[in-house]
């Protein structure tokens, strides 16, 4: 381990590259001898606290919120606590001590606050033992502080760094009881990251920026057609291009050029011959894809989800009738940092660095794709350019990646994608469509709503197996007749809400947010029709429909006591509101905007978002997550759209697939109001509340009701 | 064999004439600080400043440069992430995955440069990078501290928790 690691920062220096900072965060840089007190805590002399991190860092916080949670029950000093991420293959080699390395669904911290604070508590526990020891007295009559144990009679004193050699050598105690949250003195404040440093002097290593000995770089064209295949491809005339090494079929649908550079590599792919077989989608468009989906808006096939009482009935009966149909299109993560991994493959051994979501579904990939057993595969996670879902469940590019491997032996190859490349072969946020239809009673109660989905399910594309029955939950996310994950808020006495599946060629993926996304634009966004329609003021109809679900109706109230809802807005401001529950947390957002009639230019002012995630590790962090929401939201919203002709998708990059830049930017005013008691996530629930927000915000301005996305395609000119 | 002039040391470095500036800066000087994010200088992941101007170095043909240009990296804007620029940068904790923010920051320097006191306006159009993660706010309020305008506790968030507001 140790020599793979000087292999690394050797090959740094021979690049001529800064050694500033270099740190391959692995198992690796653990100096032999340190004494490990568990799988989350190691202590070294000169008082360093390391502390294991399982899950991906990509922006999120999640490095810096986890070892919050390990440090508050360790009591260790914080200026001392560096991290480290452990590998996938060491995962699987100490019978997955480290849990779960996914990091997705705003999983990382409520899935793992349980065991991760259990082991800081453990290794605490042991420490105050060792001391007990050398005092001769009950562990009881300790305390710890900042990374001492304190003997409270006599006022000695020793230090963890001293302590945790005896420490380790102790058994792991059992019975662990860990701090109530209100007496958390680390966790719960708004610290700053762990991870800033060398993102402000360029000294971060990322994925993209790995370099080794002998490394070659590899450049990648798969079919752009989804489906098709590579029928032929004529070397010769690029084989002698500079630097080329190599010109080789990646697997049956794309094909690699090697060389010394990755520019000399993509200069030679671009000037390759390529012909392919398209296959059967040689000739589908965005439009036929609509029309599938809007037949599905009244088909027969659909699987209810959310049922109470009898929403046809409801609606048949009902005074009056409201109705409504949605749509939403693809989108692409286009995360900064496009999809790249550096694989090494010999006969023994099948190594791979690269950005990843989940190591342990990297390492899978590497085994199945190298052909080599598990014990002789691994993975090495470093920092993600982004994540928002693309480097998570699929790992088309790490397979990739191992198939040019395997065709140099024993050759470090460097796989990048062009941005072309990634805006072409993303797993796309999926295409539905809804039809919202409300019923309402002789005295102007929704009485009836029926919610139907038509469109595209991402655990068919991603994990077909998992499909019982036709039916896919992910669909309903923020829908669910109840539960903690999220919760339809509303109470309407005759609810159907259900799903007809329709999956066009195009594969999906999660994409930050996931379908919270669509379901708060259609439900949302219809509330806020039904309540124009019946003269009721959006948020008082809010608020009686949400008259039982108190912590939704908190988050609400919050955002429209602050975003001044009632109140009068600047001249020519509107307001927009919008509450949904998702990711285990309550989320609201109150939204101004302006509309230039004359021109149609929209601008949005300000955003007010209150956030209830139970236990709030790192408040700073969760504004941070707040805030960027409102970007990748509102992205999408005004901006984003994947389309399809001839079987491919479109956009190639930022020019065609635009995206919120800093002029588009609003003030964010985020309200964090953790209620205690529950473990939600922040990385995406917000998401969700910001189109439907300034989508409404949009028809107070204009009385233009926006309801297939993105904006761009309409105009707001009076 | 070409010459350039990188953060104050003469390099050479041997590719193509056409060849961006930021892949020599990448793969032949080891300055991998300086990132690609789309090859058509519309997301600025890959400024730097060349003669002080902020430069999108994935459209600048190397082939354009000699070693009389001064070429600033983010490696090369301190020793010790102590430029004013990086220090408010740390205050308010701006970046997420980080990605974006050697190209942020080297345009954020660029208009300090040209504009000591940037209006809100000024920023908005000399800082057209992209950011996925949405760190866009607290950029602005980083180059207006780092401009002297603006204090620490002006981007304070809320925190309301059962005993009220914080």
């Given at each position: 381990m140790n020599s793979r690691r000087h292999f690394l920062k050797a090959s740094v220096g021979a690049a001529g590259g800064?050694?500033?900072?270099?740190?391959?965060?692995?198992?690796?840089?653990t100096p032999a001898g340190n004494p490990e007190l568990n799988a989350w805590v190691l202590i070294q002399p000169d008082e360093t606290v390391v502390i294991r991190i399982a899950r991906s860092e990509m922006g999120q916080g999640t490095l810096t919120g986890l070892a919050q949670l390990v440090a508050e029950e360790l009591?260790?000093?914080?200026?001392?606590v560096r991290t480290e991420y452990p590998t996938p293959g060491q995962n699987l080699a100490r019978?997955?001590?480290?849990?779960?390395f996914s990091t997705g669904g705003?999983?990382?911290?409520?899935?793992?606050n349980d065991y991760v604070r259990k082991g800081g508590a453990a290794a605490r526990m042991m420490l105050v033992a060792a001391a007990a020891a050398q005092w001769q007295c009950?562990?009881?009559d300790c305390a710890v502080s900042k990374g001492e144990v304190l003997h409270?009679?006599?006022g000695r004193r020793l230090s963890y760094g001293k302590l945790a050699d005896a420490a380790a050598r102790l058994p792991a105690p059992t019975d662990i009881t860990l701090k109530?949250?209100?007496?958390?003195t680390l966790a719960g404040k708004p610290m700053k990251r762990l991870d800033t440093r060398g993102k402000l002097d360029g000294s971060q290593i990322y994925g993209m920026d790995l370099t080794m000995p002998g490394m070659l770089n590899a450049a990648i064209r798969a079919?752009?057609?989804?489906?098709g295949k590579v029928k032929s491809f004529d070397a010769t005339k690029v084989a002698?291009?500079?630097?080329?090494?190599k010109v080789l079929q990646v697997d049956e649908s794309s094909v690699a050029v090697v060389a010394d550079t990755w520019w000399r590599a993509k200069t030679a792919l671009d000037a390759l011959d390529i012909v392919w077989?398209?296959?059967?989608?040689?000739?589908?468009s965005s439009a036929d894809v609509a029309a599938t989906l809007k037949a599905g808006?009244?088909?027969?096939?659909a699987v209810a989800f959310n049922t109470q009482g009898d929403a046809r009935a409801g609606l048949a009966g009902a005074v009056r009738k409201i109705e409504a149909v949605y749509a939403c299109p693809h989108q692409n993560?286009?995360?900064?940092?496009?999809m790249n991994a550096t694989a090494r493959w010999t006969p023994e051994r099948c190594e791979v660095w690269t950005p990843t979501q989940n190591g342990e579904a990297s390492l899978a990939t590497v085994i199945e794709t190298s052909g080599l057993p598990a014990a002789q595969c691994e993975v090495y996670k470093l920092h993600l350019g982004g994540g928002f879902g693309r480097r998570?469940?699929?790992q088309d590019w790490i397979a990739q990646a191992v198939n040019i491997a395997k065709q140099m032996p024993g050759t470090p190859v460097k796989l990048i994608w062009s941005r072309e490349e990634d805006m072409q072969h993303g797993r796309y946020h999926p295409v539905t469509q809804c039809k919202m239809q409300a019923g309402i009673d002789a005295n102007g109660k929704v009485t009836a709503l029926h919610m139907r989905i038509s469109g595209q399910s991402i655990v068919a594309g991603l994990?077909?197996?998992?499909?019982?029955?036709?039916?896919?939950?992910?669909?309903f996310q923020g829908l669910n007749?109840?539960?903690?994950?999220?919760?339809?808020g509303y109470a309407v006495p005759n609810l159907l809400i259900d799903h007809a599946m329709r999956n066009p060629p195009v594969p999906p993926g999660f994409w930050r947010g996931v379908n919270l996304n669509q379901n708060a634009i259609y439900l949302e966004c219809f509330i806020d029709e039904v309540a124009h329609a019946l003269k009721r003021d959006p948020l008082a109809l809010r608020r009686e429909l949400l008259a039982n679900s108190p912590k939704p109706l908190a988050v609400l109230n919050a955002v429209a006591e602050k975003g001044g809802w009632g109140k009068p807005a600047p001249k020519g401001h509107y307001r927009g509101l919008a509450q949904i529950m998702g990711f285990g947390s309550y989320v609201a957002a109150c939204a101004e905007v302006s509309v230039d009639?004359?021109?149609g230019e929209l601008r949005v002012h300000k955003i007010t978002a209150a956030t209830?995630?139970?236990?709030?590790?790192?408040p700073q962090q969760i504004a941070a997550q707040v805030e960027g929401s409102f970007a990748y939201g509102l992205s999408a919203a005004l901006f984003g759209q994947c389309t399809l002709k001839d079987g491919r998708i479109e956009q190639s990059n930022f020019g065609d697939y635009p995206v919120m830049k800093m002029e588009h930017m609003p003030q964010v005013e985020a309200i964090v109001m953790p209620s205690g008691g529950f473990w939600g996530g922040v990385g995406e629930p917000t998401i969700a509340v910001a189109a439907p927000a300034v989508l409404n915000a949009v028809f107070a301005a204009t009385g233009k009701r926006i309801r297939?996305?993105?904006?761009?395609?309409h105009s707001l000119k009076a | 064999m070409g010459q350039l002039n990188v953060n104050g040391n003469p390099r050479e470095f041997e590719a193509e004439?056409?060849?961006p500036l930021l892949w020599v800066l990448r793969?032949?000087?080891?300055?991998?600080?300086t990132k690609y994010g789309c090859?058509?200088?519309?997301?600025?992941?890959c400024t730097v400043h060349v003669d002080g101007v902020a430069t999108?170095?994935?459209?600048?043909?190397?082939?354009?440069?000699?070693?009389?240009e001064k070429i600033v990296t983010i490696e090369g804007l301190s020793k010790d992430a102590s430029h004013p620029v990086q220090r408010a940068w740390d205050e308010l904790d701006v970046?997420?995955?980080?990605?974006?923010q050697s190209g942020m920051i080297m345009a954020a320097v660029a208009l300090l440069k040209t504009k000591?006191?940037?209006?809100d306006a000024d920023i908005d159009a000399a800082m057209t990078n992209i950011c996925r993660c949405g760190t866009y706010n607290r950029v602005r309020a980083a180059i207006h501290l780092a401009a002297g305008?603006?204090?620490?506790?002006?981007i304070a968030i809320t925190i309301q928790t059962e005993g009220g507001a914080a």
């Open positions: 800064l050694m500033i900072g270099f740190h391959i965060p692995a198992l690796a840089d009591g260790c000093d914080w200026a001392r019978n997955r001590v480290w849990g779960s705003s999983r990382g911290i409520r899935e793992s009950a562990a009881a409270q009679a006599t109530d949250p209100r007496e958390w079919c752009p057609v989804f489906g002698a291009m500079p630097g080329v090494k077989d398209e296959g059967p989608n040689a000739k589908l808006l009244d088909a027969d096939d993560h286009a995360t900064m940092e496009v998570g469940a699929a994990f077909p197996q998992n499909i019982k029955n036709g039916l896919d939950p992910v669909v007749p109840g539960g903690a994950e999220g919760a339809f009639r004359k021109t209830d995630p139970g236990h709030a590790v790192n297939e996305l993105p904006l761009r395609l | 004439p056409d060849t793969e032949q000087l080891g300055l991998t600080g090859g058509i200088a519309q997301c600025g992941a999108r170095s994935c459209v600048r043909p190397v082939s354009t440069l000699s070693g009389s970046p997420q995955c980080g990605f974006c000591p006191k940037p209006t305008q603006l204090q620490r506790k002006q």
